[in-house]
Structures are given as C-alpha cells and as structure tokens.
C-alpha cells in the first residue's frame, strides 16, 4: 500500500526540523570545540612540568645548581637563588695543594669543585636569556644531557656533574625536568668560565 499524503509530509516535515535543529546546534558545537582545544595541551605541559619538578628533586640538582648557605640548622641550599649556579661575584682563591687520598674539594657554596680536570662551576639553569638557559630549545637540553657536550656539541660538561648516569633517561623525563625548568623564575647571573687542568687539556683537541 502507498503511504498517505499526510505520511510523506509529516516525514518531509520530521527531516526539515532535524537538518533545522542541526544547522542550529552546529555553530555552537564548534564554538565550544574551538574554546576548549588549547585547553589538554596546557594541561599535558603542566603534568610535564610538575613531573621534571619531581625529577629534579630526586636527582639532586639543588646539589650542586643551587648555592648553599649556613642555615639554622646547617647548611642548606638557598632557595632564593635556586638553580641559578655558581654565583658571579664569588671570586675563589687557587684551590689548596690536595694528595692522591684526596685528589679533589669542593667550595662551601658547592657550586665548584677543583680537580684533575682543572676548577669546574655549576650552571645557571634558570631561563635567564642572557645568563641561564633561557634561549635553550628542548633539543639543546636533551643533546646536551645525551652527548656531555654544551649545546649537544661544544665543550666537555666537567665533573663532577654526573651526566653519564642521565644520558639514560628517557626523552620523556629530560623533557620533563626541561619543561620545569621553564618555571623556574630567571635569575641574572652570570657563571664564571672552567678553568682547565692537565686532565682536560691533554683530552681536547
């Protein structure tokens, strides 16, 4: 049996309310599409971040990154120039005469160290444009941990930063301390050049 007139309108009239009701709801969809899109990358970023943070406390970068001072209750790594390496305007006296039982020291702030290779300083690893690694791209920072090489290829990195045991970290966690690091507030400072010893000397080219 052929349906009825007022059966193909009524399924004419059906169609038209939902393209109607579709045309309508489209935009908005879009909109709304539009305004959240940015909004995973922002947080993939920050659990990055927050995970290169946690990073950066188990693998000690204060150690060594952050100068140290005479707290209350010994010393302790001064927060309020964190990650900012060797400070400038410490100038350090030739280290003292050491003997094969203690072939290398440390300075009280433990941002250098006097050894074979010659006197080293701890980085300024905030993102300091002129002074840190503020014009560092995510693939300088991994290069550089990969190879033991500034900028993934310039001079040696000296001890004692232990780089040899980070070179196997995963992509995934140098950038994620790489992203933390982007958090970190700048600090002007600007770290003395290594002095080379024979070690060094005799190794590079």
Same mark, same amino acid.
């Given at each position: 049996?052929?349906?009825?007139?007022?059966? &193909?309108? *009524?399924?004419?009239? %059906?169609?038209?309310?939902?393209?109607?009701?579709?045309?309508?709801?489209?935009?908005?969809?879009?909109?709304?599409?539009?305004?959240? *899109?940015?909004?995973?990358?922002? #947080? #993939?970023?920050? &659990?990055?971040?927050?995970?290169?943070? !946690?990073?950066?406390?188990?693998?000690?970068?204060?150690?060594? =990154?952050?100068?140290?001072?005479?707290?209350?209750?010994?010393?302790?790594?001064?927060?309020? &120039?964190?990650?900012?390496?060797?400070?400038? #305007?410490?100038?350090?006296?030739?280290?003292?005469?050491?003997?094969?039982?203690?072939?290398?020291? *440390?300075?009280? %702030?433990? %941002?250098?160290?006097?050894?074979?290779?010659?006197?080293?300083?701890?980085?300024?690893?905030?993102?300091?444009?002129?002074?840190? %690694?503020?014009?560092?791209?995510?693939?300088?920072?991994?290069?550089?941990?990969?190879?033991?090489? =500034?900028?993934? =290829?310039?001079?040696?990195?000296?001890?004692?930063?232990?780089?040899?045991?980070? &070179?196997?970290? $995963?992509?995934? #966690?140098?950038?994620?301390? !790489?992203?933390?690091?982007?958090?970190?507030?700048?600090?002007?400072?600007?770290?003395?050049?290594?002095?080379?010893?024979?070690?060094?000397?005799?190794? $590079?080219?």
């Amino acid at each position: 049996m052929m349906p009825s007139t007022s059966l &193909r309108q *009524g399924s004419r009239t %059906t169609r038209l309310l939902a393209l109607a009701g579709l045309l309508a709801t489209g935009p908005l969809m879009l909109a709304c599409s539009g305004s959240t *899109g940015s909004a995973p990358a922002a #947080d #993939d970023t920050a &659990r990055l971040a927050e995970r290169g943070a !946690y990073l950066v406390k188990i693998i000690g970068c204060d150690d060594c =990154h952050t100068p140290w001072i005479e707290g209350l209750e010994g010393p302790e790594p001064d927060m309020t &120039r964190r990650l900012s390496g060797h400070p400038e #305007d410490m100038a350090l006296a030739a280290p003292a005469a050491v003997d094969e039982n203690w072939p290398w020291q *440390g300075a009280g %702030t433990n %941002t250098a160290y006097a050894g074979p290779w010659g006197v080293s300083f701890a980085a300024n690893l905030t993102p300091d444009e002129l002074t840190g %690694t503020g014009i560092w791209t995510e693939d300088i920072f991994v290069q550089t941990l990969r190879t033991g090489r =500034h900028w993934g =290829h310039a001079r040696p990195i000296l001890p004692p930063m232990p780089w040899q045991a980070y &070179r196997w970290m $995963t992509d995934e #966690d140098l950038r994620a301390i !790489y992203a933390f690091l982007r958090t970190v507030p700048p600090i002007r400072n600007q770290v003395p050049e290594p002095i080379p010893g024979p070690v060094v000397a005799e190794q $590079t080219p």
